[in-house]
């Protein structure tokens, strides 16, 4: 191979990783992370598969170890099919006041609620494998978050399905029970962990509804509580 056609390949190689994604209806450009991260949500199964993101908004009771609950309002815009599906722009805010939809608040890209992106960020909090949208009773992924001093590698089964009204009443159509076991360090600590997540169906998102740290020192408990629901 010639240098010219060498440093041809070059150039596009380094193309593909910093050139703008494809057009995304619904979704500004300059809200889309690199090429390369997109392709990886695809190929994890969080994207391009299974439902779109509806547009909703929630108010969630969030409880971490060591933390005193907090109050935050997320504002979905929904998400385009096809190649997309599943990243959606979304608004958060903290207690004690939700954005008001004019109010000029800059969204950030959800990724199925699991986790959030922005463009200059190459690398994500959430590891997915084996995730095949739609779920179905039974399948089997692996979920590793990397996030506020803990890394923790979980498998995960899709154990049950209940109306999502279980979680909040207002919510619409059904969930999927997904129970997680694992293992990982938190503060530098190893630890064992149990998570119980929830796949809402008509809404296109996870979210982790329980889950337990197992320490040296004893089990440090996190939740999430849904209390407040709306859709336009």
């Known amino acids: 191979m010639g240098g010219r056609t060498r440093g041809l390949a070059l150039a596009a190689l380094l193309s593909s990783l910093v050139a703008p994604p494809a057009f995304a209806e619904g979704i500004a450009p300059d809200l ?23 547009r909703f908004a929630w108010t969630l009771e969030v409880k971490r170890p060591m933390r005193d609950p907090k109050v935050v309002s997320e504002r979905y815009l929904g998400s385009p099919g096809g190649g997309f599906a599943g990243l959606s722009p979304m608004i958060r805010t903290y207690a004690p006041q939700p954005a008001a939809p004019d109010s000029g608040a800059r969204p950030v890209l959800s990724v199925r609620g699991l986790t959030t992106l922005r463009p200059e960020e190459t690398a994500l909090e959430v590891a997915v494998q084996d995730l ?18 803990a890394k923790l590698e979980q498998a995960c089964t899709v ?65 999430t509580r849904i209390t407040g629901f709306s859709m336009p």
């Open 32 to 54: 889309l992370p690199v090429p390369a991260l997109i392709a990886g949500l695809r190929e994890a199964g969080l994207i391009g598969a299974g439902e779109p993101v509806a």
């Open 159 to 223: 154990v049950g399905q209940e109306p999502a009204a279980t979680l909040n009443a207002a919510l619409p159509g059904p969930a999927r029970r997904i129970e997680c076991e694992g293992k990982g360090s938190y503060k530098g600590i190893p630890v064992g962990v149990s998570a119980t997540v929830f796949y809402l169906e008509r809404l296109g998102v996870f979210v982790q509804a329980e889950n337990t740290i197992r320490t040296p020192l004893g089990a440090l408990r996190a939740w």
């Open 132 to 149: 095949r949208l739609p779920l179905v009773q039974g399948a089997r992924f692996r979920l590793d978050w990397h996030d506020d001093g």
